[in-house]
């Protein structure tokens, strides 16, 4: 970046999976749910009681741990992480350390232009903790909810392959498309259910790797964004002066868009990691792992690749479908049909369509329109059939429930153009003889003179002729 | 009712042909409890008004003719380590001084029919062997009340010796069944890992910690242990099989049985009574037709600190919830929440818990974790791999319980010296297989003495009837009955 320095940047990212069910106690996951409802001896880490284990957490995991090209392991452990706080009721949480469900995997998706393909080092399973509820006012206060505790997560913790803020971001939408293809979890950003904590290490070209700085509580992506750049800026104005990077862990403050020291390298946590042992080791069998299957073909950060390098997309045009299921889908069968209109297709669905869908909060499906339908749309203005004018008025017919197909509508509603050569001569003699002041403007090296002459055919005949026909007429009778 | 030192089986008898009725028995239990508890300390809670009407309850339903199975409507007393809904569960702590649990352990459920009578005193948080870490003060022997009793269940021995047709659950982390059951002269089952679901006993060591019987006689232990064994799908270390009955592979009859004899559990150390009492036991089962095998167990020294290296990091972790934050005991005058920590454990927990609380914290910390956490997980795999081979070729292995008959109270000693107390229990609880301790003699000042014998995973009907063997042959059990207790 400057200076010949690099950035090395890691994410742990915390998905909460949207299991029915806690992962080891079968109170319900649920947000919003009034403080401490949803909560059992096992979740409240009441003494003796013991934990069983949601298997759908174990299928949830394993299909993203497929999606990130993870192996996934046959034996894997669940351990505990041993730390005072409030909101953890056991003392410890359960966790996977040195035997996770997946490693070794890694993410490939389009960033500032490129295939960007950063490594995965793991995806663990573990559980959630409560949440802490800081009262205001003259008494300070603080209540425990302990619903949230137990809400099964995936953590997935990334090499530091990931070069610059923008990066991050990109590498977070797509595992947040990901998510939401496989349908594991919400993706709700303000209910917490992605979460992140960020490393950031800075070196000199050529040299080894810097000191690895952790930043936690990072809740949302621009918060991720802005906060790789405040650490990159502070660490290369740190090496820039001379000085050293000291290990440490610092937590994002968003509203300030600062971070500030959580703790130093000599006071880091000691979680003192140890196998779980009311947990036995989770086998998982040949059948079982077969059992479990995804359309990687069709996996939203793929699809995005195809969608730019093959079909020529612009990267946020493709990454923009392929991460929504319904747009990917009706696109998908659009380029079916006619794959030579694939661009107009993907601005029509970025445009018009998207526009419409907002404004009335309506998915796609509750339209009448069909890939058939906007094909044939298309195809009528580009054989120049209806203007892109009158295809927007029947882009509107359609979405307003007329059932009648873009051709039918196209001339019910008069939008066919008039392509036929000798009335498009006689109008343009008409308007010529009508209009000799911008004749001679024309003739005098005055190119707007054309204009209103184009318009004044068009106005004549309605707006159903032909532009680029008529415009032509007109030069070379102008010409003569 | 005039049966003096009725067995559970005998009072099961009794229920039967209803010649007592539930009530009766646990009048008179109740009874013996209370009196006995005065001056042996063994109860914490003895629920009085709750044993009664469920007594009753049990009685109006029998005359309807319920089948009497088991040990429905029999005197039942539990450590104050295991759960109970009507009853305060306090772990002998005074982080948990009146704490009533929400919900009942699973052994708990499955003696719905059974009157539980008391909870048993225990050393803190089971973490001792003499059942004088108790917050609520020692438990005393029977026997010599200048005496401990053994632990951690000693509540659980010292009830079962003095009270009529009573019989107690325990638990074992490394011998707490087993000695407790020696020094107090009664019988004690540590079951297979697995076998018996921990849910709603509070954890010690979860990969060791196992709910057993300790009972006046190896019948009772046979019976109890039937009725709490099972799988239990709310814990994941609980065992799906079949579970035969154990009351009823009891014959005695033990002509072929190969007992294996380990060396390394008779080194110097082991007092001269015990030995002999024990050689003796062994010249007797010998006669009856069994092989005595003289085997070794090279790993067995090492027993004792692997054991205590995994069980204290396992308990440094599961004793971290009792924090003051949401129940238990609580300083409130703090200036933070990391003061409200440790301000609360400090003063909640005694010292032999904080002394294993430091040392699992220290050999899980960063830099230590594969020095010991790891070589003892190491080890405790070397010592089950000899026990394996052992069973290749023997069918039980004959041990003391311990070196010694019951130590006096109140000794100044050091925690190791102490510790060393349970070199030949832990080993059972490192390999998870099933181990017994039943009565085979006294000590020249009348003081009881366990053996000990082990079996493969699952081979409790070889132990209980091994112990049957012994019960019968010696015949202690009726010699000791004619003993009044608590002299
Ligand atoms: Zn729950």
Redesign the interface.
Known sequence: MCDNLISNIGLEVHAELSTDTKIFCSCKNEFGASPNTNVC?IC??????????NEKTLQYAIKMGLALNCSINSRSEMA?K?Y?Y?DL????QISQAEKPICENGYLEFLSEGKVKRVNIERIHIEEDAGKLIHSEGKEQSTY?DYNRCGVPLIEIVTRPDIESPRQAKDFLETIKSILSYLEICDCKMQEGSIRCDVNVSVHKDGEPLGTRVEMKNVNSFSGVFSAIEFEQHRQFEILKAGGTISQETRRWNDAQGRSEVLRTKENAN?Y???PE????PILLNYDYLNSITIDKSALPNLKAINYYLNLGLSQTDAVFIASDNELKQFFDLCNGIKQDYSNTTAKWIMTDILKHLNKNRLALSQTELTPEYLIELISLIEEGTVSSTGARKIFEAIIANDSLSPHELAEKLGLIQISDNSFLENLADDVIEKNEKSVTDYKNGKDNALGFLIGQCMKKSKGRANPALISNILISKLNK | MNNTNLTAYEARKLLKSKEVSSAELTTKALRQITENNEKLNFAISIELDYALKMAESFDKTACKGVELNSIQGLPIAVKDN??TVFSKTT?ASRMLKGYV???N?TVIDKLSDSIITAKLNMDEFAMGSTTETSYFGAVKNPHDIEKSPGGSSGGCAAAVAVTDALMTLGSDTGGSIRLPAAHCGVVGLKPTYGSVS??????F???LDQIGPICKSVKDTAMLYDAICGHD?????SIGREYPSALKCLTGNIRGLKIGVPDEYFTSDINEDVKTAIFKTLTTLEKLGAELIPISLKHAQYALSAYYIISS??A????????G??YGYRRDDNSS??EL?VNSRTEGFGDEVKRRILLG?FV???GY?DKY?LKAKQTAQLIKSDFQNAFSAIDVIATPVSFNTAPKLNQKRSPVSVYSEDFCTVSANLCGIPAISVPCGFDKDSMPIGIQFMADSFREDLLLNTAYAVETELNLFQWARRESYVR
């Open positions: 001896p409240l880490g009441l003494h003796g009681a013991l934990p069983t284990l505990r041993n005072f409030p009721p056991k003392g410890y425990i000691d003192r990691y140890f042992p009311d947990i036995p | 295991i759960c772990c649990s929400p919900y352990a921990r849910y709603g006993l509070i954890a060591a979860s990969s799908k709310r814990d994941l270390t990091a396992e440094s972790s599961n004793l971290s919830r009792f924090d934050v949401r929440i990391e920590f914290t899980l910390s960063e974790y956490y």
